[in-house]
């Protein structure tokens, strides 16, 4: 007999076997306070593998009592305090060769346990445990079960059952408790819980638990709240809140050591959502009762929250409604919620709540028809803090009337918002000439001095903005932007002496609508351009005074009558680029500008323009007959002083210059002056063809190109049918080193656009004329070209357009071209084009070869074929070489040149070119027949003038003068590849000749 204390003895009796040891006893623990003494008996067999056997009978405390002096220290101090208590019915053991290697199994029964370190209580629990030295698991099955949540709610609860598995594992540093599932269940609730407890050696446990519950009763729902940090009168109000209903389901989440909650400082996360059906709640008194209503409460952490998403409010239906605090130890009850039913008893329950109490005779006497929405939005602390309150009166397509106000409203729909000390509305939908527009009202300013403001918003026409008097305006503006007013009206205006009759402000970004005035003024309808215009009575009252900010750089000053009625301008100045604006005695508009650059294309903009519906409307097409009339901005203007430094014209650039405007009698002048450009433009208010607009410039000096065509304002837009008449004379033209002379064009309008009734080009060097017409076809533009180019030396042509001392004399050229493009005159592109040119140059002489020149029309490797000629071939090609004849037929199509009958005459070969040249892709496709003229020399040099067909040609002669040039008949090449790098390449004839073939380079010597 082995004798741990008085109380505990314990007896064994053990034989010796063939496969080791069998060992049987018994144990006697004493009697202890409110417990009889048990004899539990147990049994080991010794076998192979180590230990088996069991014991029966024994008690949780005893066990503990006996085993704690064994167990190591952290193990004793997390077992101990537990002070574990209730039978172990019957317990099996195994063990390994190591007996610290065991596996046991324990029946529990009425097993009980202390809360401790922040882990709950329990009473009555039944189950089998199986466990080893590092893990184990307990199967609970029990009935009628205690709870005690260590003091996190605010009472012990009673479970009917729990059922499940909990598993734990040992590690050197903590103990994890983790469990898949347990289902608890009583007369208030049911649910399941599954997660994990970590019980760390040193350090705080952590809880990751989660659960479901359903079926819960209202009611009870006190019961099971953490009211241990929750302050009295938070317990208080919920005690309250919560007086019927039931809930349907719900799920919780307790992630962190418990001993941190509420986890003010983010250490971990309480949450608790359940969904509430049938709820009663009193969230204030005074306050209308949610009855039978469908809510969702949460509860996080400190806050809580309860959404109501249906129930009945007084006499109406509750669309939702939102209780929270946010703090539960610093209580502000915070209620927001909307109600839906007859206007006039939700505004007669708002009258008569605490807010209408507060706000007493502040609260206007509304007269509303039909039903309205009532929206609260309430924070109530439970101190002596003062209540704030705001809430919404929402307008339902229905009748409002504020009496006091002299205010009638029809088919509104909005809200009346209001506050403790305010009252406003915002965003109340209507029409204003048939456009939606959304209104806000707000009275301001301190008692004696405030005023009515109006504010409407939306996206509105010029028209629909301005009514009958932005009819005239309509054709400079088209399309639909955002457009903000606000009129301000003073209140007691009798008793405020010299106060305006009103203010009046409008704002837009003009994105939508398309501006169709000079630039820059003008845009296209999806820029964004900020609009500012501020109106107020003059301080006679006899007129308006309006301020007008456009973008950043254009300021006006303006006088106006009969505003806003039929608007008229008196007199004003227009600032671009040259500081504020200010407003002149002399009656007109006059305009100061300064632009660092200005193209004229850029004031031309769509004329197209969404409407409403999304489809597109144009605006008027003039009668022709009648003339294009320049009214509007141009016969109010008086007077313009305008620096330019840098005018750019279709991507080119003239420079700086000076223009002056002037009106006299019924036409404006516009006077230039530069070094690159000066002249008079002359324009009629009516331009007719009999007195067109009028370009006179004594001279115009136009650079190279600035703008790449992809960058510069497309121009397909401009509605040719809306061009005036237009006659542009030019004495001295120069573009870059082209110098082409006298240039003078003739425009008039018809029907279908403009007919260009005259076009010259003329100098000493080159004669042009043309004529076409630009027109509008079945929503489509083209333009039609027919000139003619006529000069008596080649040479002298090319020199006119940009290439002296190209080395080429005589050679009178005629060209006919007949050609069209699918795009407006100045949107010419080589693929676009479509059309003939006929081409034909008399005898001439070609001497030195420009090696740029060449390049260009030869696209071949110039610097070896002027080396050739220089050197190579000096005994047959004498400086000054002559060519009898190049003449043929060129048709444009798709960016593409073809000729089947180009040939050059000369005194050495005949060459005949066919294939095409690719203008927009710059390459070559093209068959060479060349046939040399026995007896005499191939002037090689004299194809240049041809063109990059005829150039090509050149290459292939160059490689055919051999020493026995006269033996070949006739010699076929394919050129392809691009102008920079050609191929050529010889073509094997049915019959070559005997002894010579292709390329010199194909013969080496």
């Given at each position: 007999?082995l004798?741990?204390?008085?109380?505990?003895?314990?007896?064994?009796e053990?034989?010796?076997?063939?496969?080791?040891?069998?060992?049987?006893?018994?144990a006697?623990?004493?009697?202890?306070?409110n417990?009889?003494?048990?004899?539990?008996?147990?049994?080991?067999?010794?076998?192979?593998?180590?230990?088996?056997?069991?014991?029966?009978?024994?008690?949780?405390?005893?066990?503990?009592?006996?085993?704690?002096?064994?167990?190591?220290?952290?193990?004793?101090?997390?077992?101990?305090?537990?002070?574990?208590?209730?039978?172990?019915?019957?317990?099996?053991?195994?063990?390994?060769?190591?007996?610290?290697?065991?596996?046991?199994?324990?029946?529990?029964?009425?097993?009980?346990?202390?809360?401790?370190?922040?882990?709950?209580?329990?009473?009555?629990?039944?189950?089998?445990?199986a466990?080893?030295?590092?893990?184990?698991?307990?199967?609970?099955?029990?009935?009628?079960?205690?709870v005690d949540?260590?003091?996190?709610?605010?009472?012990?609860?009673?479970?009917?059952?729990l059922?499940?598995?909990?598993?734990?594992?040992?590690?050197?540093?903590e103990l994890?408790v983790?469990?898949?599932?347990?289902?608890?269940?009583?007369?208030d609730?049911?649910?399941?819980?599954?997660?994990?407890v970590?019980?760390?050696?040193?350090?705080?446990?952590?809880?990751?638990?989660?659960?479901?519950?359903?079926?819960?009763r209202?009611a009870?729902?006190?019961?099971?709240?953490?009211?241990?940090?929750?302050?009295?009168?938070?317990?208080?109000?919920?005690?309250?809140?919560?007086?019927?209903?039931?809930?349907?389901?719900?799920?919780?989440?307790?992630?962190?050591?418990?001993?941190?909650?509420?986890?003010?400082?983010?250490?971990?996360?309480f949450?608790?959502?359940?969904?509430?059906?049938?709820?009663?709640?009193?969230?204030?008194?005074?306050?209308p009762?949610?009855?039978?209503?469908?809510?969702?409460?949460?509860?996080?952490?400190?806050?809580?929250?309860?959404?109501?998403?249906?129930?009945r409010?007084?006499?109406?239906?509750?669309?939702?409604?939102?209780?929270?605090?946010?703090?539960?130890?610093?209580?502000?009850i915070?209620?927001?919620?909307?109600?839906?039913?007859?206007?006039?008893?939700?505004?007669?329950?708002?009258k008569?709540?605490?807010?209408?109490q507060a706000?007493?005779?502040?609260?206007?006497?509304l007269?509303?028809?039909?039903?309205n929405?009532?929206?609260?939005?309430?924070?109530i602390?439970?101190?002596s803090?003062?209540i704030?309150?705001?809430?919404?009166?929402?307008?339902?397509?229905?009748?409002?009337e504020?009496?006091?106000?002299?205010?009638?409203?029809g088919?509104?729909r909005g809200?009346?918002?209001?506050?403790?000390?305010?009252?406003?509305?915002?965003?109340?939908?209507?029409?204003?000439?048939?456009e939606?527009?959304?209104?806000?009202?707000?009275?301001?300013g301190?008692?004696?001095?405030?005023?009515l403001?109006?504010?409407?918003?939306?996206?509105?026409?010029i028209?629909?903005?301005?009514?009958?008097?932005?009819a005239?305006?309509?054709?400079?503006?088209?399309?639909?932007?955002?457009?903000?007013a606000v009129?301000?009206?003073?209140?007691?205006r009798?008793?405020?002496?010299?106060?305006?009759?009103?203010?009046?402000?409008?704002?837009?970004?003009?994105?939508?609508?398309?501006?169709?005035?000079?630039a820059p003024?003008?845009?296209?309808a999806?820029?964004?351009?900020?609009?500012?215009?501020?109106?107020?009575?003059?301080?006679?009252?006899?007129?308006?005074?309006?301020?007008?900010?456009?973008?950043?750089?254009?300021?006006?000053a303006?006088?106006l009558?009969d505003?806003?009625?039929?608007?008229?301008?008196?007199?004003?100045?227009?600032?671009?680029?040259?500081?504020?604006?200010?407003?002149?005695?002399?009656?007109?508009?006059?305009?100061?500008?300064?632009?660092p650059?200005?193209?004229?294309?850029?004031?031309?903009?769509?004329?197209?323009a969404?409407?409403?519906?999304?489809?597109?409307?144009?605006?008027?097409?003039?009668n022709?007959?009648?003339?294009?009339?320049?009214?509007?901005?141009?016969?109010?203007?008086r007077?313009?002083e305008?620096?330019?430094?840098?005018?750019?014209?279709?991507?080119?650039?003239?420079?700086?210059?000076?223009?002056?405007?002037?009106?006299?009698?019924?036409?404006?002048?516009?006077?230039c002056?530069?070094?690159?450009?000066?002249?008079?433009?002359?324009?009629?208010?009516?331009?007719?063809?009999q007195?067109?607009?009028?370009?006179?410039?004594?001279?115009?000096?136009?650079s190279?190109?600035?703008?790449?065509?992809?960058?510069?304002?497309?121009?397909a837009?401009?509605?040719?049918?809306?061009l005036?008449?237009?006659?542009?004379?030019?004495?001295?033209l120069r573009?870059?080193e082209i110098?082409?002379?006298?240039?003078?064009?003739?425009?008039?309008?018809?029907?279908a656009?403009?007919?260009?009734?005259?076009?010259s080009?003329?100098s000493?060097?080159q004669?042009?004329?043309?004529?076409?017409?630009?027109?509008?076809?079945?929503?489509?533009?083209?333009?039609e070209?027919?000139?003619?180019?006529?000069?008596?030396?080649?040479?002298?042509?090319?020199?006119?357009?940009?290439?002296?001392?190209?080395g080429?004399?005589?050679?009178?050229?005629?060209?006919?071209?007949?050609?069209?493009?699918?795009?407006?005159?100045?949107?010419?592109?080589?693929?676009?084009?479509?059309?003939t040119?006929?081409l034909?140059?008399?005898?001439?002489?070609?001497?030195?070869?420009?090696?740029?020149?060449?390049?260009?029309?030869g696209?071949?490797?110039?610097?070896?074929?002027?080396?050739?000629?220089?050197?190579?071939?000096?005994?047959?090609?004498?400086?000054?070489?002559?060519?009898?004849?190049?003449?043929?037929?060129?048709?444009?199509?798709r960016?593409?040149?073809?000729?089947?009958?180009?040939?050059?005459?000369?005194?050495?070969?005949?060459?005949?070119?066919?294939?095409?040249?690719?203008?927009?892709?710059?390459?070559?496709?093209?068959?060479?027949?060349?046939?040399?003229?026995?007896?005499?020399?191939?002037?090689?040099?004299?194809?240049?003038?041809g063109?990059?067909?005829?150039?090509?040609?050149?290459?292939?002669?160059?490689?055919?003068?051999?020493k026995?040039?006269?033996?070949?008949?006739?010699?076929?090449?394919?050129?392809?590849?691009?102008?920079?790098n050609?191929?050529?390449?010889?073509?094997?004839?049915?019959?070559?000749?005997?002894?010579?073939?292709?390329?010199?380079?194909?013969?080496?010597?």
């Amino acid at each position: 007999m082995l004798a741990r204390s008085q109380e505990t003895e314990l007896r064994f009796e053990g034989q010796h076997r063939q496969n080791g040891w069998e060992l049987q006893g018994s144990a006697r623990y004493g009697k202890s306070k409110n417990q009889t003494a048990v004899e539990p008996t147990f049994e080991f067999k010794q076998t192979a593998e180590g230990w088996r056997g069991g014991a029966r009978g024994l008690r949780a405390q005893d066990v503990l009592a006996w085993s704690a002096p064994w167990l190591d220290d952290p193990a004793r101090d997390w077992l101990v305090p537990l002070d574990p208590r209730g039978e172990l019915p019957e317990i099996s053991l195994q063990t390994g060769p190591d007996p610290a290697a065991y596996f046991a199994t324990v029946q529990l029964r009425g097993l009980a346990c202390r809360p401790v370190r922040g882990l709950p209580g329990f009473d009555n629990v039944s189950g089998v445990l199986a466990f080893g030295p590092d893990r184990g698991r307990i199967d609970l099955r029990s009935r009628q079960l205690r709870v005690d949540a260590s003091g996190i709610l605010r009472a012990p609860i009673s479970l009917d059952s729990l059922i499940g598995t909990v598993d734990w594992r040992r590690s050197p540093t903590e103990l994890r408790v983790e469990s898949a599932g347990l289902a608890l269940a009583n007369p208030d609730l049911n649910g399941r819980f599954w997660g994990s407890v970590t019980l760390p050696d040193a350090g705080q446990p952590v809880l990751d638990v989660r659960g479901h519950y359903w079926a819960v009763r209202a009611a009870q729902v006190w019961r099971y709240l953490p009211v241990a940090v929750i302050p009295e009168p938070a317990v208080a109000w919920l005690d309250r809140a919560f007086i019927g209903g039931r809930v349907a389901a719900g799920d919780v989440v307790f992630r962190g050591p418990p001993a941190r909650f509420p986890f003010d400082h983010g250490e971990g996360l309480f949450e608790t959502r359940f969904q509430f059906e049938d709820a009663t709640v009193n969230y204030m008194p005074g306050w209308p009762k949610l009855e039978q209503g469908r809510a969702t409460v949460l509860f996080r952490n400190r806050g809580l929250q309860v959404d109501v998403d249906a129930g009945r409010l007084l006499e109406g239906e509750l669309d939702n409604l939102a209780v929270r605090i946010d703090d539960l130890a610093n209580v502000i009850i915070r209620a927001k919620g909307r109600g839906k039913g007859p206007g006039a008893s939700m505004w007669r329950a708002l009258k008569d709540s605490p807010a209408g109490q507060a706000l007493g005779e502040d609260l206007p006497n509304l007269q509303i028809e039909g039903n309205n929405t009532l929206d609260l939005d309430l924070a109530i602390p439970l101190d002596s803090t003062p209540i704030q309150i705001g809430g919404r009166v929402g307008l339902m397509e229905n009748n409002v009337e504020l009496p006091s106000w002299n205010i009638e409203l029809g088919r509104l729909r909005g809200e009346v918002r209001f506050t403790e000390t305010t009252l406003a509305a915002e965003k109340i939908q209507t029409l204003l000439r048939g456009e939606p527009m959304q209104l806000d009202l707000d009275l301001i300013g301190r008692e004696g001095s405030r005023e009515l403001r109006a504010r409407l918003r939306g996206q509105m026409g010029i028209k629909s903005l301005l009514g009958e008097q932005g009819a005239m305006l309509e054709r400079y503006f088209s399309g639909k932007s955002g457009w903000e007013a606000v009129l301000a009206v003073p209140t007691h205006r009798r008793e405020r002496a010299n106060t305006p009759l009103f203010g009046f402000e409008l704002t837009s970004d003009l994105r939508g609508i398309a501006v169709r005035l000079p630039a820059p003024l003008g845009k296209p309808a999806n820029e964004a351009r900020t609009l500012k215009l501020n109106v107020r009575p003059s301080p006679k009252q006899s007129n308006f005074n309006v301020a007008l900010e456009y973008g950043r750089s254009v300021r006006a000053a303006l006088a106006l009558s009969d505003f806003p009625r039929q608007p008229r301008l008196e007199r004003g100045e227009l600032r671009i680029n040259a500081g504020s604006a200010q407003l002149p005695e002399a009656p007109g508009l006059a305009v100061i500008a300064h632009l660092p650059r200005w193209s004229p294309e850029s004031s031309v903009q769509s004329s197209d323009a969404n409407t409403s519906d999304g489809s597109t409307k144009r605006p008027r097409t003039p009668n022709v007959k009648d003339g294009v009339k320049t009214t509007g901005f141009l016969t109010v203007l008086r007077r313009m002083e305008a620096r330019i430094d840098d005018l750019v014209i279709s991507g080119r650039s003239l420079g700086k210059i000076d223009l002056k405007l002037s009106r006299s009698n019924d036409e404006i002048r516009l006077d230039c002056e530069g070094e690159s450009l000066a002249g008079r433009v002359t324009v009629p208010d009516a331009p007719t063809p009999q007195r067109p607009v009028n370009v006179a410039l004594q001279r115009a000096y136009v650079s190279e190109a600035v703008d790449r065509l992809a960058e510069r304002p497309a121009l397909a837009e401009i509605d040719p049918r809306q061009l005036p008449s237009l006659v542009v004379t030019v004495g001295d033209l120069r573009i870059g080193e082209i110098k082409p002379g006298r240039l003078r064009v003739v425009a008039i309008p018809g029907p279908a656009g403009i007919h260009l009734t005259e076009i010259s080009l003329n100098s000493e060097r080159q004669r042009i004329a043309a004529t076409g017409q630009w027109r509008q076809v079945s929503g489509r533009q083209v333009t039609e070209l027919d000139a003619k180019l006529e000069g008596e030396s080649l040479g002298g042509v090319l020199a006119a357009f940009g290439y002296p001392n190209n080395g080429i004399e005589r050679g009178k050229i005629r060209a006919d071209a007949v050609v069209e493009w699918g795009a407006a005159l100045p949107d010419f592109q080589w693929d676009r084009l479509r059309g003939t040119l006929k081409l034909q140059v008399g005898p001439g002489q070609l001497r030195d070869i420009n090696p740029g020149f060449g390049r260009m029309i030869g696209m071949l490797n110039v610097k070896n074929l002027t080396r050739r000629l220089s050197f190579d071939f000096s005994d047959l090609l004498q400086p000054g070489m002559g060519f009898d004849q190049i003449s043929g037929h060129f048709a444009f199509e798709r960016g593409q040149a073809r000729t089947d009958d180009l040939s050059i005459e000369a005194p050495a070969a005949h060459i005949k070119i066919q294939g095409a040249v690719g203008l927009q892709v710059r390459n070559f496709d093209q068959t060479i027949t060349v046939t040399p003229h026995f007896g005499g020399a191939l002037p090689v040099a004299g194809t240049i003038a041809g063109g990059p067909v005829v150039g090509a040609a050149v290459f292939v002669a160059e490689q055919l003068l051999q020493k026995n040039i006269e033996q070949a008949t006739r010699y076929r090449y394919t050129l392809k590849g691009s102008w920079d790098n050609p191929v050529v390449e010889y073509v094997q004839e049915s019959s070559p000749p005997a002894e010579i073939k292709g390329f010199a380079s194909d013969n080496p010597r």
